[in-house]
């Protein structure tokens, strides 16, 4: 019998890949659909940060009980490359190219009038040794998530490091089914998008 795959110990190691996917629909009647995945190359970190809501009842000069709920989840993700197709899923805006060969040209545009950012689906996945072997992968999912600071990017020069690009969201609950976020550990590895 196959060893089963241990979750008390789960290494945060090695992300691999990020995409992303524009959220077209989240009907209360059905799941959501997507957009094509768009890579978000040169991943650096993706950070997940659940956040709680905490009140305490007070009485008799002490606590008498607590109550906790979690109310979002809020997360950042650092790259050291720019995607403009990127952009237009987290972002809005447009992508547009002109011209062909060595006249070709690629413009990332925003105007005022999509200067609302839309939903859309983060995927994240990561690889580690597993100790015992039975870990292929990981990956994280949130299904509904929308951009709470724009991106920000360095560009530096020669004398300097690379730049980096990195945005901050949060990630709210899909109508039909309420789902914010999975986290699921493969015993085969498995690509951004496979598990649909």
Wanted: aromatic letters at 8%; charged letters at 20%.
């Amino acid at each position: 019998m196959a060893a089963s795959i241990d979750d008390t110990k789960v290494v945060l190691m090695e992300l691999q890949d990020v995409k992303v996917a524009k959220l077209l629909t989240d009907p209360s009647t059905a799941e959501p659909t997507y957009g094509e995945w768009v890579d978000l190359a040169g991943i650096l970190t993706l950070q997940i940060s659940p956040e709680m809501e905490t009140k305490n009842l007070q009485g008799d000069s002490i606590i008498m009980d607590t109550y906790s709920r979690i109310t979002g989840i809020n997360f950042t993700v650092t790259n050291s490359v720019l995607s403009f197709s990127g952009l237009e899923v987290i972002m809005g805006g447009t992508v547009s190219r002109t011209g062909t060969d060595l006249t070709e040209k690629v413009t990332y545009s925003m105007t005022s009038a999509a200067a609302t950012p839309p939903y859309f689906k983060i995927e994240g996945k990561w690889n580690y040794p597993s100790t015992d072997g039975t870990v292929a992968d990981a990956h994280v999912i949130l299904y509904k998530c929308r951009m709470t600071e724009a991106p920000d990017f360095d560009i530096n020069d020669a004398s300097g490091d690379f730049g980096e690009c990195s945005f901050t969201g949060s990630a709210v609950p899909t109508n039909y089914s309420g789902k914010w976020w999975d986290m699921t550990l493969n015993a085969t590895a498995e690509e951004i998008g496979a598990g649909e």
